[in-house]
C-alpha cells in the first residue's frame, strides 16, 4: 500500500501549466546509481559501479551486465539502436556495447589518442563520433571512435577557473555547460557561436526549443529559450521535493531522486 501511495503522489507532484504529466512507471535500483539515461528507443539505461542495467519503458524486457574490465562506469553515450559507449574515468577507457549490452570488441585505450585526464564525453548524432573532454589539456575534441582518431579539437576551454559540468549535442551544436552557470555553444568544426548565462544551473537538457535547467538541490525545472532573442518562455516545473537529476528524451521525463528513478510521459 505504501509503494502505491508513492506512485500516486508523484503523479500530481509536478505543476505543467500547458502539458500534462502522466506517471509510466518507476525505477528502483538496489544499489547507489552512478549514472543513468534514457535512449532514443525509450529504453532506461543505470550504471552503479561496473554493473549497468538496461530496461524497456513500459515494458518488461531487461537486460544486465557486469563490465570488471571497465572498472566503474562514469558515463552512458548511446550512438543509435544498436550502439552504446560506456565510459570510465578511473581506467580512461570506452567499451562498446550493442542492444543488448554485450561488449564489441576490446575496450578503447584513450591514452593511445594522446588523452591522459578524460572526465567526460557525450554522443554525437553522427555515427562512430563522440565528443570527450580532456582536463588535463583543457581540450574539447570530436573523436571518430572506430577509426581512433581526433578530427576536432580547441584547447584551453575551461577559464576563470570554471570547470565543465556537463556536454550535450543538440541540433548540430555541442553545448557545454561550466561551473559558473555559463553554457557555451559550438558548431561542429567547434567554433564558438552563442553563450547563455544560466546562473546556478548544475544540470541541463532541451524541450520544445528551449534549454532546461536544474540547480543543485532544486525542486524547479527552468526554461530559457534557444533563441536568445526569442520572448517565449515556458513556465517553471515545479516538484515537490529537491531532485538530483533528470533526462528529457523525447516526450519522456525522468527524474532522479537517490536510488529511485520515476518516468513521467509528457502530453500537449
Known sequence: MKFI???LNLSFSIVVFSQELTLVETFISPTPIDTWTIDAQE???V????NIQKKVIKGERRFNQTFKSLGNIQSIAPINA??????????????IVDNTLTQQGELIDLSELGFSTVVSICSSNRPNL??????????????DFQKSQILQTIQNVEINASTIL?????????????????LNRY?????FSASYDLGNCQKFNFWNEQI????QNDSSLRFVPIAMRSSQRNPDWQLNSPIESFIIQGNLLGIQKGQEISIFSIKY
Do not use: P
Open 82 to 95: 544498436m550502439k552504446t559507449l560506456l565510459f570510465s574515468d578511473v581506467q580512461q577507457s570506452m567499451a
Open 187 to 191: 558548431d561542429f568544426l567547434l567554433n
Open 5 to 7: 501511495w508513492l506512485i
Open 43 to 45: 529504453n532506461l539505461l
Open 212 to 215: 532546461v535547467c536544474l540547480a
Open 130 to 143: 563522440v565528443w570527450v573532454f580532456d582536463q588535463f589539456r583543457s581540450s574539447l575534441n570530436l573523436v
Open 166 to 182: 556537463q556536454m550535450k549535442e543538440y541540433k548540430e551544436h555541442l553545448y557545454v555547460l561550466f561551473s559558473d552557470g555559463k
Open 47 to 50: 550504471a552503479s559501479e561496473n
